[in-house]
């Protein structure tokens, strides 16, 4: 079965720009959540989306924005860029949205805000 | 909120030695506990989860409620278990993990 598939996987933009990173979920897998893992730190939860519908956010803001499509990959949207954006960004897909099975990463997309 | 600490960032044991990673959590209600593993060039992955009670290539980890821990142990680390290793906790209905700073693991021969 294939995996988690990110792109791009890396990336630069200057301050003020706007970014698309994509994200294609593992085969039968529903459910898709974004992460920000910055230099040195843990993956930091952005959102979840659940069958087109956002299913819960993390403490961002309104600037990081997502969307699902109805092949269940998505897309993570961030405008108005600033430096402290710069991080790697996962993706991970799952069966569901229960909190009891196993998440399955992509192998991330590095963004670089100059 | 939710708090996952890992207090040691790196851990350097010997081929054949324990290893125990700690992991401390702050949460009010009844967690799902996990920990991940990223091995050099490969993508994070689960390792193991406390809901399955199971050891995974010989690591066990324990959920003390009274303490608020799920450390990792092994009881003879072995070179490929070389790593950075994530402990992560599940809360509400849905799968939101917050993960800690994770502990870069060092087994030398």
């Known amino acids: 079965e294939t995996g988690v598939t990110q792109s791009p996987t890396h990336l630069i933009k200057t301050r003020g720009q706007q970014v698309t990173l994509r994200c294609s979920s593992q085969?039968?897998?529903?459910?898709v959540s974004w992460y920000q893992q910055a230099l040195g730190q843990g993956p930091q939860f952005i959102f979840q989306?659940?069958?087109?519908?956002?299913?819960g956010r993390g403490n961002f803001p309104p600037r990081f924005s997502g969307l699902q499509f109805p092949n269940y990959s998505s897309e993570l949207n961030v405008n108005a860029l600033e430096l402290d954006d710069s991080a790697l960004y996962l993706c991970?897909?799952?069966?569901?949205?229960?909190?009891?099975?196993?998440?399955?990463f992509g192998e991330g997309s590095r963004l670089t805000v100059l | 909120a939710q708090r996952v600490t890992q207090p040691e960032k790196l851990l350097s044991v010997f081929k054949g030695a324990p290893v125990e990673l700690k992991c401390n959590y702050s949460?009010?209600?009844?967690?799902?506990l996990f920990w991940y593993v990223q091995y050099s060039r490969q993508r994070l992955q689960l390792l193991l989860r406390h809901i399955s009670r199971e050891s995974i290539k010989g690591f066990t980890a324990d959920l003390n409620k009274g303490e608020t821990s799920f450390h990792l142990k092994k009881p003879f680390a072995q070179e490929e278990d070389s790593a950075m290793y994530y402990c992560a906790l599940s809360y509400g209905n849905d799968y939101k993990l917050s993960f800690g700073a994770g502990t870069t693991v060092t087994v030398r021969a």
């Open positions: 989306y659940y069958r087109e519908e956002e299913n």
């Open positions: 085969s039968g897998h529903n459910t």
């Open positions: 991970a897909s799952s069966r569901d949205s229960s909190n009891t099975g196993e998440l399955f």
């Open positions: 949460y009010s209600g009844s967690p799902e």
